[in-house]
Nanobody, 120 residues
Framework: QLQASGGGLVQAGGSLTLSCAAS????????MGWFRQAPGKEREFVAA???????YYSDSVKGRFTISRDNAKNTGYLQMNSLKPEDMAVYYC????????????????WGQGTQVTVSS
């Protein structure tokens, strides 16, 4: 029901835009979140965009990443600029209705993940 895409290999300082296409659910009523997971680490919060318009970022990406959504297209996005080697991870999109947007357990549906590799 969620399909993430747009990952790839990029040099440090470069940019990528991830997409998250939703199907079979009423996308506009959900909070959309992006998480990432590096090898050997736990899945961590990156950004969230609530159905009401509230936007939240982790401190590590604030000012570099931009989350957005197009409810008419049932698609969310994560624009990533000034990428750093420490941004390298599998990125997941998710949707949920709970208030705690920064928690993995707040999300009900998850995409399959897309790999972002940043070379130094």
């Amino acid at each position: 029901q969620l399909q993430a895409s747009g990952g790839g290999l990029v040099q440090a300082g470069g940019s990528l835009t991830l997409s998250c296409a939703a199907s079979g659910l009423t996308f506009r009523i959900y909070t959309m979140g992006w998480f990432r997971q590096a090898p050997g680490k736990e899945r961590e919060f990156v950004a969230a965009l609530k159905w009401s318009g509230g936007i939240y970022y982790s401190d590590s990406v604030k000012g570099r990443f931009t989350i957005s959504r197009d409810n008419a297209k049932n698609t969310g996005y994560l624009q990533m600029n000034s990428l750093k080697p420490e941004d390298m991870a599998v990125y997941y999109c998710a949707v949920g209705i709970a208030d705690s947007y920064y928690l993995v357990r707040s999300y009900d549906y998850w995409g399959q993940g897309t790999q972002v590799t940043v070379s130094s």
